[in-house]
């Protein structure tokens, strides 16, 4: 794929050969030719879903199927090509009167459907075969098959013996065409049809079992779907088949009775924490960083069963690595060590310590051994403390250090300056030090599952150590001294110690815990699951709804929550607060084990920034997926991560452009700009292609700083992917989707802006209302096309979509009216320059302005009193903007100053004298108007009060009023469309 290439183009690695048969089909038919069936959108049972989807489909269940009826490469093809092109009669571009099916499905007009999806180059022998393939073609239909020719026994035009075509191959069409309308896990009678079918061609007999997740945690919940498929097929042999957002169909053999073979629910566990702990594994880089006072190793690493050796190689080389670049800052950090003395010079050795030449090493080779110990205490503060108790004079002992020697140390920051004095003190060096520390920490962690589980944090009971620091707690926080604690009531105090006693829970049962999450949400339709006991879950929530979990709610253990364990555009306000009323603890938020899981698979998966605003896709089947379809989007996703791509960013401009214009639903992106460095805005690619699971998702990095302009962004990517991939898509504001996939139609988007109501009036969109959004999006991409001034930095297509937020959607007119006016004066062009360019570009943006506009009938009587002005010449001296709207606005102005003294008829008689007088002031003095020019002015006042105001507006004035500014404009546009052009060479611009 180059620069400039279409997001998932499926790729398919399944076989070995590069040209392997199903390689074939997707890499010439399904990324080519049959594209173009993703803009026939079906009706009835497959409402919604795009031709495309319903086809490949069929041929990706065909291939799995392969294996059970002994299909051979040539009868794939036939029935793959046949497939293909088996609604024919859905094709868009029919000419001339309807005809029946089986006419449509002929050999002539079945070839040239052939050879415009791309079949000539998966089955360069189609042709031979042109009868096979018509004959499934009429026969895919179990109800109304017109394939009479295969009741004619001497009829034999076919190239693949008979009764290989009607006795395997019609059959499993037909099966096949059937299962599309199983467009739920729980439907029944479609898939039971489709067995049917294929118990009429497969050697065995299978019947149908399931698993579903009954909750939807977005990434989560997709490696436990692809944990429990991995597992149900290793361990009972059963054939994913139907790939579902809430679970699985699998064909299971019928002889078997697995509802009496045992569920192994710790195994079934055990399997999903495995696939886990090995995403989690493989970046855990991620959570060692580099902070102000040290290396820090976050909690994650821990809890995903890391060994101390792999832990510690990651801080070696970050140490090494800034040893290397020799960019230790000596100077700085001695001067900081005597600053922090200079403060505690009472303190016994302090004194000595300030008169030595040194109190940190004078050497880089120094300098880097003590940020490996500053990295050891910190590690060993933060998740050992139990083991060890206070950290440092476990280290003094474990170095040889004696502190009474060296007093000066206390005085020193222990998470930070401390640590380089000691070094400098014993005089450490980076060789020799690291394998030390390897040793002793391998000893620490030695008994916690094979060197490689997670440990516990010390909880409060311990006295903060010296330099008034708490141990366990990361940044060094101050805490409450005795006195503070002691003035307590005794019940507030037992509660704080309780709370701090969950904060230093066992963080090591976080994948312990995902093993009993698996068994209680997956639930299967064969063999004994555990029941659930809600009822006892209610209560533990009841009783311990402080230190419940903030964000889910559940029962799992809950420790606090620390922003490093989330992506980092995840605020900790994000979350509520259950703390008791009056407490005394800490105001942190709890977060249980499966929470904490779930936002480190987050974080590993998808690298979110602070600097960007970042949306979520969740793309749902109308039916279903199936498995060869998503292993070819896996092969994608990772030939692109293989290429050092992690986000792509789509030329939306392009893209809606090809749909509008050309019917083409494409997604072509960019994965470098134009210095050659990665996007961090556009569609995040997960960095574990076994991530995509059941539900298809991918988190939008939206550039900008206005919410309209991310708003948009999000929303027109949400558009081609609904088309593109032939599905339903929620846009969300988390990494969860707030609807299931059967609660919306066909998109929906939650929290519209303000002001973007008019372009999205409600956030649940059915087809009807996403064809008006593509008509929609599609005319403001015209407007803009025609609009954009590269003088200015506004987006046109901004305020153009915000300006469709009012009545009858007429602020379009006054948004457009002024970019006009902006793109006419481009170049500081003069007056009657300006004025053939607004004229030009007024008449080719008014037929876009009125596809905008809601009950353009409305808008009938203005457009007609603009033709009675330029018909009657009833405008100003020159065709700028001013003199053509001089008499309209001497209309406006009366009924807005008008006195409650004066009648409609007055009023109306008034009008009429001062618009002559004024056509009489203003014309050239060899012309002279009279009474024709009055009748004139009279019928145009009478259509503007009996038109205008009477039938548009039925004489509510203060309704016209309020859409003053839209109205000069509307009927500017109206005006200068009656004006005939004259070939001014300006006139054209635009």
Not at 923 to 929: C, F, L, Q, V, W
Request: net charge neutral.
């Amino acid at each position: 794929m180059g620069g400039n290439a279409l997001l998932l183009a499926l790729g398919y690695r399944g076989a070995e050969e590069p040209d392997a048969l199903l390689a074939s089909y997707l890499r010439d038919v399904a990324n080519g030719g049959l594209c173009r069936y993703k803009s026939v959108i079906q009706r009835g049972g497959k409402a919604g879903e795009p031709l495309y989807v319903h086809v490949l489909n069929g041929v990706l269940t065909a291939e799995r199927l392969r294996s059970l009826v002994g299909l051979s490469d040539a009868e794939a093809r036939v029935l793959y090509s046949a497939f293909s092109v088996h609604d024919v009669n859905k094709v868009v571009g029919e000419e001339g009167p309807p005809r029946g099916f089986n006419r449509l499905a002929e050999p002539g007009r079945i070839e040239q459907e052939l050879e415009a999806v791309g079949i000539p180059a998966f089955f360069p022998a189609y042709r031979e075969h042109i009868e096979d393939i018509c004959l499934l073609v009429r026969s895919h239909s179990a109800h109304y098959s017109t394939a009479a020719e295969g009741l004619i026994p001497a009829f034999h035009p076919y190239r693949l013996p008979r009764q290989r075509l009607v006795d395997v191959l019609v059959p499993l069409m037909r099966g096949l065409d059937l299962l599309a309308l199983s467009a739920r896990l729980e439907e029944g009678s479609h898939k039971e049809a489709f067995l049917g079918q294929l118990h009429r061609v497969a050697s065995g007999r299978y019947r149908w079992v399931r698993h579903r997740v009954t909750e939807q945690r977005g990434l989560l919940t997709n490696v436990v779907h692809n944990a429990v498929v991995d597992f149900l097929r290793e361990r009972f042999g059963l054939i994913p088949l139907l790939i579902y957002p809430e679970g699985v169909a699998y064909l299971a053999p019928a002889e078997g009775r697995l509802d009496a073979l045992p569920i192994d629910g710790a195994a079934m566990g055990s399997a999903v924490v495995d696939a886990l702990s090995q995403k989690s594994r493989r970046d855990f880089a991620k959570f060692i960083r580099r902070g102000p006072s040290g290396i820090v190793v976050g909690p994650e690493c821990l809890q995903v069963g890391l060994g101390f050796d792999a832990i510690f190689g990651v801080v070696f080389n970050l140490v090494a690595s800034r040893l290397a670049a020799r960019r230790y800052d000596m100077d700085g950090t001695e001067a900081k060590a005597r600053t922090a003395l200079e403060r505690e010079r009472d303190r016994s050795g302090v004194p000595a310590a300030l008169a030595a030449p040194a109190i940190v090493p004078r050497t880089q080779e120094g300098m880097a051994a003590g940020e490996l110990l500053c990295a050891y205490y910190i590690f060993l503060n933060d998740h050992l403390g139990d083991r060890i108790g206070p950290a440092w004079p476990y280290l003094y002992k474990w170095l040889g250090l004696d502190p009474g020697r060296q007093p000066h140390l206390e005085a020193l920051d222990p998470r930070y300056l401390r640590a380089y004095a000691v070094a400098q003190a014993l005089g450490l060096v980076l060789e020799d030090l690291y394998p030390r520390i390897l040793a002793d920490g391998e000893a620490l962690m030695g008994d916690r599952g094979g060197g490689g589980g997670a440990v516990t944090r010390r909880g409060s009971g311990t006295a903060p150590p010296p330099g008034g620091r708490r141990r366990g707690t990361p940044g060094g926080r101050k805490v409450p001294g005795p006195a503070a604690a002691s003035s307590l009531p005794a019940a507030d105090e037992a509660e704080a110690e309780e709370e701090d006693a969950a904060d230093g829970a066992d963080t090591a049962g976080d994948l312990a815990a995902m093993a009993r999450y698996a068994q209680e949400v997956v639930r299967l339709d064969f063999g004994a699951t555990p029941a659930i006991d809600a009822q006892a879950a209610l209560a533990a929530y009841a009783r311990d709804s402080h230190r419940a979990c903030c964000h889910c709610g559940s029962g799992f253990p809950t420790g606090k929550w620390m922003a490093g364990q989330v992506p980092p555009n995840v605020a900790v306000q994000s979350f509520s607060n259950r703390l008791p009323g009056g407490s005394a603890a800490e105001p942190k938020r709890h977060v249980c084990s499966v929470c904490r899981t779930q936002f480190t698979l987050e974080k590993l998966t998808h690298r979110a920034l602070k600097t960007s605003h970042t949306t979520f896709l969740f793309l749902f089947p109308y039916a279903f997926y199936p498995v060869a379809y998503l292993q070819a989007v896996r092969d994608a996703v990772a030939d692109l991560l293989a290429e050092d791509t992690s986000v792509l960013f789509p030329q939306t401009d392009e893209a809606i452009r090809a749909a509008v214009e050309d019917g083409r639903f494409e997604l072509p992106v960019l994965r470098r700009n134009k210095q050659g460095g990665p996007y961090s805005n556009g569609i995040v690619l997960p960095q574990f292609a076994e991530t995509i699971g059941n539900t298809l998702l991918f988190p939008l990095n939206c550039p900008g700083d206005a919410e309209d302009e991310r708003f948009l962004f999000a929303l027109q990517n949400a558009l081609l992917l609904q088309r593109f991939v032939g599905c339903r898509v929620a846009l969300g504001r988390t990494p969860v989707p707030a609807l299931g996939p059967h609660e919306f139609a066909d998109l929906f988007v939650d929290g519209v802006p303000l002001g973007f109501h008019g372009l999205v009036p409600q956030p649940d969109l059915d087809l009807a209302a996403l064809d008006r959004l593509w008509s929609d999006i599609g005319t403001l991409h015209g407007l803009k096309r025609q609009l954009y001034n590269p003088e200015r930095e506004e987006d046109p297509l901004r305020s153009l979509a915000r300006a469709l937020d009012s009545p009858r959607r007429l602020g379009v007119f006054a948004a457009v009216d002024r970019l006009v006016q902006h793109k006419a004066a481009q170049g500081r062009a003069p007056g009657d320059q300006a004025a053939a360019r607004a004229l030009g570009l007024s008449r080719k943006v008014l037929p876009l302005l009125c596809r905008l506009l809601e009950g353009e009938e409305s808008m009938q009587a203005l457009r007609r009193l603009a033709e009675m002005a330029w018909e009657g010449h009833i405008i100003g001296r020159s065709l700028e903007r001013n003199s053509l709207l001089k008499p309209f606005d001497m209309l406006l102005d009366a009924l807005q100053d008008r006195s409650p003294a004066f009648g409609d008829d007055t009023l109306r008689a008034q009008l009429v004298e001062d618009i002559f007088r004024h056509l009489e002031v203003i014309a050239p003095d060899e012309y002279r108007i009279g009474r024709t020019k009055r009748e004139k002015v009279k019928e145009y006042v009478a259509q503007f009060f009996e038109g205008v105001l009477g039938e548009v507006y039925g004489g509510r004035l203060t309704r016209l009023l309020a859409d003053k500014a839209n109205l000069r404009s509307a009927y500017l546009f109206y005006l200068r469309e009656r004006i005939p052009s004259r070939g001014h060479p300006a006139d054209a611009a635009g």
